[in-house]
């Protein structure tokens, strides 16, 4: 989200569900939508339908590619390159949008002298895509506006993650599409409350609707609403939690509904730290892969079981009822979170959720403060809703960017931080499939899901396999520099020859064992799950 | 006989799709799409039709747990509390509140995410907060 | 018809009685019973449909003493009647209340979303069916071309089973579409054309065209077209309407007694 907020000053999905429908054309990069998020991947179809344009840039084949007007497999980790070639193209065609340019944006020059190192050819042998795709690329999605550009993890999750937003936006911003209906920058949350639980302040260098914990008036105004002087000096990232852990900075960790042994890249890694602490504390549905190594294990209770509101992707917060009594004795998060806390000798007492909406409301003037239990109703709110008559933002930017003006960021292409050598001769990437969810602990203990997958794959190319003299089910073994694993081969061509893909939610076949802890982006922290060197073979004769 | 049907919104990705959750004698017995949601417009995935299904399973944790050497022991609330806080507080005392960090969620409400940043910034008295949405 | 719900309600004609129920401008279903028996001031009958039936379908497998009323559409009717002869909701455990749902000159809004013709975009109607047409008008496209609109539907489907779970008379315990044999698991799209010819076989004296298969699926796949024609089939084959009375299914070849004589059987076993 720091490219996002870097280029218009909102880290968040630019447009809205509803105004996607009307857009003239759409970029589709690094999002497998209609596994991960179908219910957008409907407006897509709809608006499809009506007549507009569809490109796809994935290194798989996904299933828009097969409906796509345009698909094209960059190779994994080189979209900067490619979003570089597609405004090469655009600028020396003359299809950037100059008024909007002078009127709204800012960095312009340097943005045109960065991507003029960037001709289609150069992009064509970085990325491996035809000379004639990017031209045809920036010419769908010049000429056909507004675009709306969506993206997921295929972008975010690279050492050059940044990077790849910020390329997003400049492209967006070239053509003019940021502010408008049916364009825009819309990353697609993965999680249900991501947006939320950033709102709210978990991160460690803001409080609640990105207010720095590094302006004094911010640590003024919050210390004085919470009766405790805060800290100014921001924490520790996940990331860096895990380095802080393995040399004892870090003593203590309050895990709250995560299960990062999965989630976390290396996982070798991350077991080794989690081990040095002195006291782990989790608190979740299940007896979570992370659950199993902690301290002291705390039983929450699941969504259908409290009240509270979601933000999602497109900034709407909305409400949850409870519908049913925790199973067990399980309670309630924040109920749980209350308690410790008055042990802790800072009592905490709220009637309910409600109050404790009220009090964030108060103390996040530009995005909730209009926010209320009453006023969410069913259908929710998009923030900024700042005053309680106002009736919420589906479009961010619409007369000038949030922090002004919209920043370009002339951007170079860089490689991924590991590249297949001879060694280690294939790329792996990892991602999600249609039926499951993020780590598995909810879907593979849901009957309906787990009859779709019921173990983990690793998929590889019928060219690749035939060299390798792989089957389709064949058990293989994957190397990596962190560790060594194995999963049943899945024999596709919908991946590209010499790359290989693992979906994340198999813990007998954790691909993080394979992906690389120490590369992430120097500013998201966000790790690099999408690429890795790897080598395969058939796992020794095992077989009847 | 009761039969109710509670609306609420889905727990898996991102979008933010509007469900209700059929309640029978007291029991979830299902998911279905809200017709007339903003969001979704009456229609799930295989995820949202299944939510039910991970909230009534038999591997719900159903009780706290104490980890001792190995062992995994039922406690009662007011025990597990009472460990986790005595813990908590010798560690900041040794090591400072620095020494402490809290992993929030992106599956837990927004109230929740507040309390628990609430949490480590004013009870604990650390910025190490953070998530697993960089994940 | 609040009164009447109430009326219903304190007599005992019924004991719960289904239909909807506005929360914050969205109507719910609700189930009105006696012992909050105010809460019918505040029944409406739309504009949103869910299956009321299947709801009734599961109180009966729980509750067979129970009496349910509920809002009935025509369609509602028609899914009565093929859950009556398919033995899932006994005729006489419902009381169907009827609600204006047909379209009529008379009425300017029928109040029925699914009747409606469906926004429909150009390239739809180029490359896919377009749910307004007639089955006859499908019937008349040469066969490749009628193949390949129909793949182009079927390609986008993301495998929610949401036709399956909405329809109100899909009652199997184990269904064919979860079959690992007969469908392969974990890709999208699904095995296709197979996955939505499956489910359209087990349509035939079945759908009652509700509608709510279509307006439940996010990739608008025109169902009720392909439905429509395995009904037509049946009609022409049987001379069977399907959900029009509570006559038995051409499909329900065991009659009333077991007709089948274990004729064949016992000859091979003296042999």
């Excluded at chain 1, 020859?497 to 691909?511: D, R, S, V």
């Excluded at chain 3, 959900?243 to 042999?271: H, N």
Aim: hydrophobic fraction near 40%; charge should be negative.
């Amino acid at each position: 989200m720091a490219g996002l907020a870097a280029a218009f000053g909102s880290g968040a999905m630019t447009n809205s569900y509803d105004d996607l429908e009307t857009a003239g054309c759409f970029f589709v990069i690094g999002s497998n939508t209609t596994a991960c998020h179908p219910l957008i991947a409907r407006r897509i179809y709809r608006a499809k339908e009506r007549g507009a344009k569809l490109i796809v840039a994935d290194p798989r084949g996904i299933q828009l590619s097969s409906m796509a007007d345009l698909a094209v497999n960059h190779r994994l980790g080189s979209d900067v390159a490619l979003l570089n070639g597609m405004m090469h193209c655009i600028l020396r065609n003359g299809w950037e949008a100059r008024d909007y340019i002078d009127s709204r944006t800012e960095g312009f020059a340097e943005l045109e002298a960065a991507v003029a190192d960037y001709p289609p050819e150069r992009v064509q042998a970085i990325t491996g895509v035809a000379v004639r795709d990017i031209e045809a690329m920036a010419d769908l999605y010049a000429n056909h506006g507004p675009s709306a550009l969506l993206y997921a993890m295929g972008i975010t999750q690279h050492t050059t993650g940044v990077d790849n937003v910020k390329s997003c936006c400049n492209l967006a911003l070239l053509c003019g599409y940021v502010g408008a209906a049916g364009g825009g920058v819309n990353p697609l949350r993965g999680q249900n409350n991501v947006q939320g639980a950033c709102d709210m302040g978990g991160l460690p260098n803001v409080f609640t609707g990105y207010q720095p914990v590094t302006v004094p008036e911010n640590v003024e105004k919050f210390s004085q609403a919470w009766g405790r002087p805060l800290s100014d000096k921001p924490g520790l990232t996940i990331t860096d939690m895990v380095g802080a852990m393995l040399d004892g900075r870090l003593r203590a960790l309050y895990v709250i509904g995560e299960n990062p042994k999965l989630s976390d890249p290396d996982w070798n890694h991350l077991h080794h730290a989690l081990k040095k602490l002195d006291l782990l504390i989790v608190q979740d549905l299940f007896l979570s892969e992370t659950a199993q190594i902690a301290d002291v294990i705390l039983p929450a209770a699941a969504v259908a079981e409290k009240d509270g509101t979601f933000t999602s992707s497109e900034r709407r917060c909305a409400r949850i009822h409870k519908a049913v009594e925790p199973v067990g004795q399980a309670l309630s998060d924040w109920e749980i979170i209350s308690r410790l806390s008055t042990a802790m000798g800072y009592p905490m007492e709220y009637a309910g959720p409600s109050d404790i909406f009220d009090e964030m409301a108060s103390l996040t003037p530009k995005s909730y403060a209009g926010m209320s239990y009453e006023r969410l109703g069913l259908d929710g709110l998009q923030w900024p809703c700042p005053d309680s008559d106002h009736p919420g933002t589906p479009i961010l930017h619409t007369q000038s960017c949030a922090r002004g003006l919209g920043k370009f960021h002339a951007i170079a292409y860089q490689d991924p931080a590991e590249m297949p050598d001879q060694e280690y001769p294939y790329f792996l990437t990892t991602g999600r499939m249609f039926a499951h969810y993020h780590t598995g602990t909810m879907t593979r203990i849901s009957p309906h899901l787990d009859a779709e997958q019921r173990r983990g794959y690793v998929s590889i190319h019928p060219a690749d396999a035939s060299k390798l003299d792989i089957a389709d089910g064949d058990l293989l073994v994957l190397a990596s520099r962190r560790g060594e694993m194995e999963a049943p081969a899945r024999v596709n061509a919908n991946v590209q020859p010499g790359c290989l893909f693992m979906p994340i939610h198999f813990g007998e076949n954790p691909a993080n064992v394979l992906t690389n802890a120490e590369a992430y982006d120097p500013l998201a922290k966000i790790p690099e799950f999408k690429v890795s060197a790897v080598r395969v073979a058939k796992a020794p004769e095992a077989r009847p | 006989m009761t039969l109710k049907f509670v609306p609420s919104i889905c727990s898996y990705c991102g979008t933010g799709c509007g469900v209700l959750f059929q309640v029978m004698d007291g029991q979830l017995v299902g998911t279905l799409p809200m017709k007339t949601h903003p969001v979704n417009q009456g229609k799930l995935c295989i995820k949202g039709w299944n939510l039910h299904e991970h909230i009534t399973s038999e591997l719900r944790l159903k009780h706290p747990l104490l980890n001792t050497f190995g062992r995994m022991t039922k406690v009662g609330w007011d025990d597990a509390i009472g460990f986790a806080a005595d813990r908590l507080k010798t560690i900041v005392a040794e090591h400072g509140p620095d020494s402490v960090g809290v992993l929030v969620s992106a599956k837990i409400t927004n109230e929740e995410n507040y309390l628990a940043q609430k949490f480590a910034r004013a009870a604990v008295g650390t910025n190490n907060v953070d998530h697993c949405a960089r994940l | 018809m609040q009164k009447q719900v109430r009326a219903w309600l304190e007599d005992g004609k019924v004991d719960v009685f289904l239909a909807y129920k506005m929360d914050c401008g969205h109507p719910l279903p609700h189930a009105f019973t006696r012992e909050r028996i105010d809460e019918t001031e505040d029944l409406v009958t739309g504009p949103a449909r869910y299956s009321l039936e299947k709801f009734a379908t599961q109180i009966a497998a729980r509750h067979p003493e129970k009496k349910i009323g509920l809002l009935a559409r025509d369609c509602t009717q028609r899914a009565l009647n093929v859950l009556a002869v398919w033995n899932q909701l006994p005729a006489e455990q419902v009381e169907p209340l009827p609600v204006n749902c047909c379209p009529s000159a008379l009425k300017p809004h029928a109040d029925c979303t699914y009747l409606e013709a469906p926004a429909t975009g150009e390239v739809k109607i180029q490359c896919g069916q377009d749910p307004r047409q007639s089955i006859e008008a499908v019937d008349a496209q040469e066969g490749p071309e009628r193949f390949a609109r129909w793949m182009y539907e079927f390609q986008k489907c993301i495998k929610c089973y949401g036709c399956r779970n909405i329809c109100p008379v899909c009652f199997c315990k184990d269904c064919s579409l979860e079959h690992p044999d007969l469908i392969g698991t974990g890709n999208l799209p699904p095995d296709i054309p197979i996955f939505h010819l499956v489910r359209a076989v087990h349509m035939a004296g079945r759908c009652i065209d509700c509608g709510l298969c279509e307006d439940a699926c996010p990739a608008e796949i025109p169902l009720r077209l392909l439905y429509g024609k395995v009904n037509a089939i049946v009609k022409d084959l049987f001379d069977y309407d399907t959900g029009a009375s509570d006559a038995l299914s051409p499909f329900s070849i065991l009659g009333d007694k077991p007709t089948l004589t274990p004729a064949p059987l016992l000859a091979v076993s003296q042999e």
